[in-house]
Nanobody, 124 residues
Framework: QVQLVESGGGVVQAGGSLRLSCAAS????????MGWFRQAPGKQRDLVAA????????HYTDSVKGRFTISSDNAKNTMYLQMISLKPEDSAVYYC?????????????????WGQGTPVTVSS
């Protein structure tokens, strides 16, 4: 098992930047495929970015490509999501998640472990 705790959310103006962190405890997260999801009020939870545990490949949803960067520090057992050029439509609660899948899967049901979420609000 792995326990996940997100941090770094907040309120930022459009065009601004934030870096989210996901600290893992328990089993090292290098054994999991890790992802960042987000969920806005009244909307489904969608995958934003992920890293495959099998080959380290990254995946991004189209709307964040070129603006968000997912990375991990295995020594710190921490994953990050650097977000730049933020837009109001990026506002949501952002969740860190872990999957035993070797490859990135976009369906939230493939991820067994979740953090509590950290809210991001982008004002226009």
């Amino acid at each position: 098992q792995v326990q996940l705790v997100e941090s770094g959310g907040g309120v930022v103006q459009a065009g601004g930047s934030l870096r989210l962190s996901c600290a893992a405890s328990g089993r090292t997260f290098s054994t999991y495929t890790m992802g960042w999801f987000r969920q806005a009020p009244g909307k489904q939870r969608d995958l934003v970015a992920a890293i495959s545990r099998s080959d380290g490949r990254t995946h991004y949803t189209d709307s964040v490509k070129g603006r968000f960067t997912i990375s991990s520090d295995n020594a710190k057992n921490t994953m990050y999501l650097q977000m730049i050029s933020l837009k109001p439509e990026d506002s949501a609660v952002y969740y860190c998640a872990a999957s035993i899948s070797a490859f990135v899967l976009t369906n939230p049901t493939a991820y067994a472990y979740w953090g509590q979420g950290t809210p991001v609000t982008v004002s226009s």
